[in-house]
């Protein structure tokens, strides 16, 4: 059974920065697609973004130029690192893998983590 757990979110001023963390346990993580997805209140869960197996990366348009999206598989974890943080970021962030279909700008997701909770003040 795979489990991802987060770490890293919190309160940060706007133009701020913050690196999220997650460990992942339970499966082949290199061989596995990664991604960050978000959710912010009333509103839909959202791809951020994705980094496959071979580090190919893809990114939500709003995140392009701010946010980073890295792995070691050595140490299992995948990295969110976000920069420039504007109050619209603050959601809810959590650790997913699963399949990405490019063509489609679409994740399957098959596992998610806990979440982790990032605030941005304006």
């Known amino acids: 059974q795979v489990q991802l757990v987060e770490s890293g979110g919190g309160l940060v001023q706007a133009g701020g920065s913050l690196r999220l963390s997650c460990v992942a346990s339970?499966?082949?993580?290199?061989?596995?697609?990664m991604g960050w997805h978000r959710q912010a209140p009333g509103k839909q869960r959202e791809l951020v973004a994705a980094?496959?197996?071979?580090?190919?990366?893809n990114y939500e348009d709003s995140v392009k130029g701010r946010f980073t999206i890295s792995r070691d598989n050595a140490k299992n974890t995948v990295y969110l690192q976000m920069n420039t943080l504007k109050p619209e970021d603050t959601a809810v962030y959590y650790c997913?893998?699963?399949?990405?279909?490019?063509?489609?700008?679409?994740?399957?997701?098959?596992?998610w983590g806990q979440g982790t909770q990032v605030t941005v003040s304006s």
């Open positions: 339970g499966s082949t993580f290199s061989h596995n697609t």
């Open positions: 980094i496959s197996s071979g580090g190919v990366t």
């Open positions: 997913s893998q699963g399949t990405y279909y490019s063509a489609a700008d679409y994740f399957r997701v098959s596992s």
